[in-house]
């Protein structure tokens, strides 16, 4: 078990400084810190430079690549910090070569590692992860159950529903759609997003939409973030009504404009719906 904080004694930085836009930390001085294995701590905080400023590096690949099987960084409740942030670097980067290295980190003990690893593999839209992330629905909505001692469920499914969906997987929307009944919000509403993409029925846009009513703030900025990313067109209005920051509320209406304008033909001009939501965005400006 090691400590992080030995990362700002080998950048020359204090806790106080902020590392991550300190021009003392290069490109260079993150692939050496991530190649190095005397200090996990620095292997840990490059591997989050590095997805953040999106180094796509063949070098950082490969370290990456080793990170996502590392044993040595270990946090006190048995997790695997520095696997979880390689995941998540991996899944920005856009290299497809590293998805069978995502879909083994699928098997991690570590609940976050799981996490960690559907999301990049929904970044990095590969269908071959669909047979794995199907098999972690394994025994449906009675196997989704809290973890006792734990704060969350046996699997990561808002991030597995999620995943699928923009993955385009059809073949398993009757796993899903049991989901929408889940007694966890977010993993309801991810399985209506889902199922929205999967099958453009506007029933499941609605129950995003209804999302945006929940008393909990955290659950109406998940479902604004689901909109956005699904490009639900019928939903903008609610979007800007929502009680809400505006900047998420402006994140989600340009994620339903883009959308939207990229089906549109090139010589097609604004349409009527692009201006409307044009129109809300500015109200919220």
Not at 19 to 36: I, K
Not at 167 to 186: D, M, Q, R, V
Request: hydrophobic share 40%; charged share 25%.
């Amino acid at each position: 078990m090691v400590s992080h904080s030995s990362q700002f004694k080998l950048m020359g930085l204090s806790a106080d400084d902020s590392f991550a836009d300190n021009p003392a930390y290069t490109v260079e001085l993150a692939l050496n810190n991530l190649q190095q294995t005397d200090d996990p701590g620095a292997r840990y905080y490059s591997a989050w430079w590095i997805g953040r400023f999106r180094v796509d590096d063949p070098v950082a690949i490969d370290a990456l690549m080793m990170a996502l099987e590392d044993e040595s960084d270990r946090s006190p409740d048995g997790g695997y910090p520095l696997r979880r942030n390689a995941a998540k670097a991996l899944g920005k980067l856009g290299d497809r070569r590293v998805v069978p290295g995502l879909l083994k980190a699928l098997e991690c003990p570590d609940y976050y590692v799981r996490e960690s690893a559907a999301q990049a593999l929904e970044m990095l839209g590969d269908s071959r992860a669909i047979e794995s992330l199907v098999k972690l629905l394994d025994g449906g909505v009675e196997a989704a159950q809290q973890v006792t001692g734990k704060p969350h469920l046996v699997q990561p499914y808002e991030a597995i529903l999620e995943a699928l969906g923009t993955l385009n997987a059809t073949e398993a929307s009757g796993l899903i759609e049991p989901f929408l009944e889940h007694f966890i919000p977010k993993v309801k509403y991810a399985a209506a997003r889902a199922m929205y993409q999967l099958t453009g029925n506007d029933c499941y846009g609605q129950r995003l939409v209804l999302a945006l009513q929940e008393k909990d703030l955290q659950v109406r900025r998940s479902a604004l973030m689901d909109m956005g990313a699904i490009g639900y067109l019928n939903g903008a209005e609610a979007i800007a009504n929502t009680l809400a920051e505006n900047s998420l509320k402006l994140i989600a209406l340009k994620g339903i404009l883009e959308s939207h304008v990229g089906q549109q033909s090139v010589n097609s001009g604004l349409s009527e719906d692009s201006i409307r939501v044009m129109k809300l965005m500015d109200g919220l400006l």
